[in-house]
Every structure is written in C-alpha cells, then in structure tokens.
C-alpha cells in the first residue's frame, strides 16, 4: 500500500478553499445576524461522515504536528467515539457524539478541520453532478433566525458551495489520478480516519518490487 500524500501545491489549494469558504460562511453569519457565540450547544457531537482522501491527507498533516502523546490521547478518544456511535446504531439512533478532536469545546485541529465542520451552521446549498440541487437549511439557532425574519426559508441568504466543491474535486483527481471513479469510496467519521491512520491506496504494478 502506498499512503496519500499532498503536495505542498495541493496543500496550498486545500488551504485557499478552506478559506473561500471560511469567507463565504462569514458573509451569510453577518447578513443574518448570526453567531456561535453563547450557543447552548456544540456543533461537535454531530455525526457527520467525509468523502475524499484529500480532506483525510490534510487531516492528517495537522494530527502528525502533536506530539505522540497527544496522538495516543486523540487515537485512544476516536476508538472509543467508534463504540459509542456503534452503540446508538444497534439502538437504531443517529449518533450524537462528541468528536475525539473537542477539547474544552474546541477543536485541537482547528486548521486542519474539515469542510463540513467549516460550513455547518448557516443554510448553503449545492448543485449535484446530476443537476439535482441539495438544500442545507443550517443548525436549529441559524433556523430560528431565518423563521424569524423570512416568511419562507427560501428567501434567506445562504452559501452557495458548488464551485468549491468543485475545487477540492480537482484537487482529489489531482491526488488520486484518473482512476478517481474505481477507487474505495471514502466515507468515514473523522474518528474512523485517526483510528486507520493515513489513507493509503493500493501500490501500482509498475511501481511493485519485482519478486526475486
């Protein structure tokens, strides 16, 4: 197997959408009047899954830059994230935990954090490869302020992710080369990804040692 690694090219590009979309979240949280401060609930237990091994590499470039043992800290919480969410969905539940990266309720990882955890929190909407359009209506605090000052949802401003998404895909064909489509599919908590490590893909033919 051979690990996925960013460039420091690739890693620039993740960075610079990261804050395209820091600026996009910023614009909708002001027009709307809203913010985290103060808010009674915390973002981090919700169960969200990620889908490209760019976002798991850059992930894993800020988790290399603890110390080995806050590593083990982290890796001993996301083992035990893994049980508690396997736990609630034998109860047939949605996982609510907190994830392994939260401390004093903030993440440890703040640079590093990942595109869903960036954008949660006000509504956005994004344009599938199909045409169909996926609406994200934002946390239950932006809600309530939307009720509030739009007869419909619809009126209010929101992100619009689409073109960013659409970066960090060509920066994954960039990563991964054009066997992108026959690949393992990513779809793992963040806890999953700490506990398997780096992400890894299987080491091409041409590039094997030949067998003696």
Not at 158 to 168: F, I, S
Request: net charge negative.
């Amino acid at each position: 197997m051979k690990e996925v690694l960013l460039s420091d090219e690739l890693s620039a590009e993740v960075a610079s959408i990261y804050e395209a979309m820091e600026a996009d979240y910023d614009v909708v949280a002001k027009s709307l009047n809203f913010s985290c401060d103060g808010c009674p609930d915390n973002c981090c237990d919700s169960y969200f899954q990620h889908h490209t091994y760019t976002e798991w590499a850059y992930l894993f470039q800020g988790f290399w830059l603890e110390s080995a043992e806050k590593q083990q800290q982290i890796t001993e919480r996301s083992r035990q994230y893994i049980l508690d969410c396997a736990a609630a969905e034998a109860r047939d539940e949605r996982p609510q935990v907190m994830c392994p990266l939260n401390e004093e309720g903030r993440c440890i990882l703040y640079k590093h954090r990942l595109m869903v955890c960036r954008t949660h929190g006000v509504p956005a909407s994004m344009r599938r490869p199909d045409g169909q359009v996926l609406n994200f209506p934002g946390c239950f605090r932006c809600q309530k302020i939307v009720k509030k000052k739009f007869v419909h949802d619809s009126q209010a401003p929101h992100m619009e992710r689409t073109p960013l998404l659409q970066r960090l895909v060509a920066v994954e064909r960039e990563l991964v080369g054009e066997k992108i489509h026959i690949l393992p599919r990513v779809k793992l908590t963040i806890a999953q990804m700490l506990v398997q490590g780096p992400p890894t893909l299987a080491t091409p033919h041409c590039e094997r040692p030949e067998s003696g």
